[in-house]
């Protein structure tokens, strides 16, 4: 487990081809470790019959509306929560 | 861009909150997936990958696409040839009409 909740982190722009579960809307999106979810075998590979292992950390990040959105004019508190596996978040830096 | 079921934040005109009874092809449809998951014929990865990659995804209704999918499946497996499927698809169909 890489990340500890609280980390800010950025989630990759990277284009995969296939079985993706990681929205287009928040690649490239900074957001932060809510919470460590579990280990899990990865279903990118499920998808096509393989056995997924080994297993890939899976997050809750919270991420900031305001952050998603062009022109988003809701409350500054409007979170979303997404779980993302560990092999599509990077290490944000340059965010408190 | 993502996969064609990727639309999430996409621009949208209002959501159709209607409700529909559920049909008894849709409960089947739902069945034969349990039933297929239980004999380790299919998994939900699977069966997520498959729906995403039929050509008329967007023309379809939810389970239309959970049919089409599970076809696919068992098609691709060879559990199951195209031609099995449709002859049993149109036997159903004779009986169902009736004599």
């Known amino acids: 487990m890489t990340f500890e909740p609280g980390d800010w982190v950025r989630v990759l722009p990277a284009e995969k081809p296939g079985h993706v579960r990681t929205p287009g809307y928040l690649k490239g999106k900074a957001g932060w470790i809510e919470s460590f979810i579990g280990a899990f075998p990865n279903p990118e590979d499920l998808a096509y019959g393989l056995s997924g292992l080994p297993e890939r950390p899976l997050y809750r990040v919270g991420f900031s509306q305001a952050d998603l959105w062009d022109g988003y004019t809701g409350p500054v508190e409007d979170y979303l929560y997404a779980d993302i596996y560990e092999h599509w978040l990077e290490p944000e830096r340059g965010t408190t | ?99």
């Open chain 2, 1 to 99: 861009m993502g996969g064609v079921h990727d639309m999430g934040g996409s621009p949208a005109g209002p959501i159709d909150r209607v409700q529909h009874e559920v049909e008894d092809w849709e409960r089947h449809a739902d069945a034969i997936n349990g039933a297929l998951g239980a004999k380790g014929l299919q998994s939900t990865d699977q069966h997520r990958r498959a729906i995403e990659s039929l050509e008329d995804y967007r023309d379809l209704s939810y389970y239309e696409r959970w049919v089409a999918a599970t076809e696919k499946l068992l098609v691709e497996k060879g559990v199951l040839t195209s031609d099995e499927i449709d002859e049993r698809a149109a036997e159903i169909e004779r009986r169902w009409n009736g004599p």
